[in-house]
Nanobody, 115 residues
Framework: VQLAESGGGLVQPGGSLRLSCAASGFTFSRYAMSWYRQAPGKERELVATSTSTSGVTNYADSVKGRFTISRDNAKNTVYLQMNSLKPEDTAVYYC?????????WGQGTQVTVSS
C-alpha cells in the first residue's frame, strides 16, 4: 500500500497550489479519501474529505470556499486545489484513505505560504 503526495512548495499569500496523492495497493474507489495538515507545534487537523460514493465532500471551516478536494478513481488519485492561500495554511499536508477499520497515510508534503 502506498500513498504518494506531490505538489507542495513555497507560494506567496493569495497564490494557489494543487496537491496530488497517487494511491496503490488497495481498492481506491471504495475508500473515503481525505487531506489532513499539521502545522509546527499543532495537532494534525482534517482539511477535506471525499467520500467513496455520491461525490460528497466535506471541508474544515477554515478552508471552505478556498480549497477543493476531488478524485479520479480511474487514476487512483485524489487532489487538493488550494486557492487564496494564507500564511496560516502553512503545514505539512497528508493524504489519508479509510474504509472501515482500514486506514493508510502518505508521508506528507510541505506547503509554505510566505512572502
Amino acid at each position: 500500500v502506498q500513498l504518494a503526495e506531490s505538489g507542495g512548495g513555497l507560494v506567496q499569500p493569495g497564490g494557489s497550489l494543487r496537491l496530488s496523492c497517487a494511491a496503490s495497493g488497495f481498492t481506491f474507489s471504495r475508500y473515503a479519501m481525505s487531506w489532513y495538515r499539521q502545522a509546527p507545534g499543532k495537532e494534525r487537523e482534517l482539511v477535506a474529505t471525499s467520500t467513496s460514493t455520491s461525490g460528497v465532500t466535506n471541508y474544515a471551516d477554515s478552508v471552505k470556499g478556498r480549497f477543493t478536494i476531488s478524485r479520479d478513481n480511474a487514476k487512483n488519485t485524489v487532489y487538493l486545489q488550494m486557492n487564496s492561500l494564507k500564511p496560516e495554511d502553512t503545514a505539512v499536508y497528508y493524504c489519508h484513505g479509510r474504509l472501515g477499520p482500514f486506514e493508510y497515510w502518505g508521508q506528507g508534503t510541505q506547503v509554505t505560504v510566505s512572502s
